[in-house]
């Protein structure tokens, strides 16, 4: 169900017009620091900067105990745990005018077991309903499958990221194939900049620098790069690894840096203390960036192989970076032998020798690096967005795909 940029060309008019004039827009917003929030708020640029006309309503969800200052842009806030802003907002969206609401759906950001409390919201609305799911379990709970199964009946499209998302919708969960669609992770549209010009800004100039970053946590498998190591610096003494991103906060919250201490204690009896760079802190987006094209390679060593989705990876693949990875979910669709090279989890040997293979070999990296660049044409933001407004316009043109979600939704909204 993704659609190429001409095939819709005959409704996207050159002047950003859009086939709906209000929508609502549900999830994480910026300042709170996650990347759900980034997502959220960088899809919401998107929108307005290419349809510049459109009206969006941005509910920004708030975790037990969270306040951000938010900028003027969010409308109204949800608490995590109240339900009665969940039937709030369900009133101010009908009152609103809005002819769809969009979700950005991860189960951790709602409340109720398996973030349930979302489903009389979405009950209480007449408009269509997307949902963008950053998260889909081949191995559910049985409370995950119960609301998963519940946002797929209310859905008139659900989104994913990977092709490997809309099988195991199918597959696990008898999602309809007609409500499915496929749109890449959105990423910056910047020019190609050579490491060597980015990295003097961060003290790194004349290394080779690799490149981990995202919200430190165990399942990142960053002891797999601290254990490989001694052997990419056998062959490569001018090699640096840096570990970039603040300790997630639930982590942080339970144990404060005992994580982040025990990685530099490792690295420490290996001897590869001094080649390791931390920065242990929340990057906006400009500054990341900059990070990522100082990078020689991006590294995602992930333990899990589960996952649907890496903002961190596409967008160190849109700015052109080779890639070692295990192979999880999305980076098994968007690195293949053109851009990257892929090992297993917790294999620091097979990590090292494809690290030394690409530090080894110049134009390999180079080849790589442009081959990233040109696949990251196609996942920028303005595709991203004319991408989800062609699949608005299809939910609106068309009834409910399931019946029985129109008389959950006007039953709930009648009680």
Not at 2 to 12: C, F, P, S, T, V
Not at 89 to 112: D, K, M, N, P, Y
Not at 128 to 148: G, K, N
Request: glycine share 8%.
């Amino acid at each position: 169900m993704y659609l190429r940029l001409n095939e819709m060309d005959g409704w996207i008019g050159s002047a950003g017009r859009a086939p709906l004039s209000r929508i609502a827009l549900i999830g994480n917003a910026l300042p709170r620091r996650c990347g759900l929030a980034t997502y959220t708020s960088h899809v919401f640029d998107a929108l307005r900067d290419r349809y510049p006309a459109l009206k969006i309503d941005y509910y920004a969800m708030n975790d037990p105990g969270g306040w951000y200052d938010y900028p003027p842009s969010v409308t109204g806030v949800i608490r995590e745990e109240a339900i009665e802003d969940y039937l709030r907002t369900a009133r101010r969206i009908e009152a609103s005018g809005a002819e769809l609401v969009w979700v950005q759906h991860e189960f951790g950001i709602f409340g109720g077991p398996a973030g349930s409390r979302l489903l009389p919201l979405l009950e209480r609305l007449t408009v269509p309903i997307a949902i963008t799911l950053h998260s889909v379990l081949d191995l559910p709970s049985a409370e995950q499958r119960t609301v998963m199964e519940r946002l797929i009946r209310l859905a008139d499209r659900l989104i994913v990221m990977a092709e490997k998302g809309r099988s195991i919708l199918r597959t696990v969960y008898g999602a309809p194939d007609d409500k499915i669609a496929v749109i890449p992770h959105g990423v910056p549209d910047r020019p190609y900049c050579p490491p060597a010009l980015a990295k003097p800004a961060f003290g790194l100039a004349g290394r080779k620098v690799l490149l981990t970053f995202g919200l430190l946590s165990p399942n990142k498998g960053i002891e797999t790069m601290i254990e490989a190591m001694p052997a990419i610096l056998a062959d490569h003494p001018d090699a640096d690894y840096v570990i970039a991103g603040a300790t997630h906060p639930h982590l942080l919250a339970r144990e404060g840096e005992l994580y982040r201490n025990s990685l530099k204690r490792r690295a420490g009896q290996l001897g590869v203390g001094s080649h390791l760079r931390w920065i242990d802190r929340f990057l906006d987006q400009e500054s990341l960036l900059d990070l990522i094209a100082a990078a020689d390679i991006y590294v995602t060593p992930y333990l899990s192989l589960t996952q649907i989705t890496s903002g961190t990876l596409a967008y160190a693949v849109a700015l052109g970076k080779p890639v070692v990875s295990t192979p999880y979910h999305h980076a098994a669709e968007i690195v293949g032998p053109d851009n990257g090279i892929l090992a297993s989890p917790g294999e620091a040997d097979a990590f090292a020798a494809a690290v030394n293979r690409l530090l080894g070999d110049d134009g390999l990296r180079q080849r790589m690096a442009q081959n990233a660049y040109a696949r990251g044409r196609s996942m920028i933001w303005r595709r991203n967005a004319e991408a989800s407004m062609a699949e608005f316009a299809a939910c609106r043109r068309t009834p409910l795909a399931v019946p029985a979600a129109a008389g959950e939704r006007a039953e709930a909204l009648a009680g």
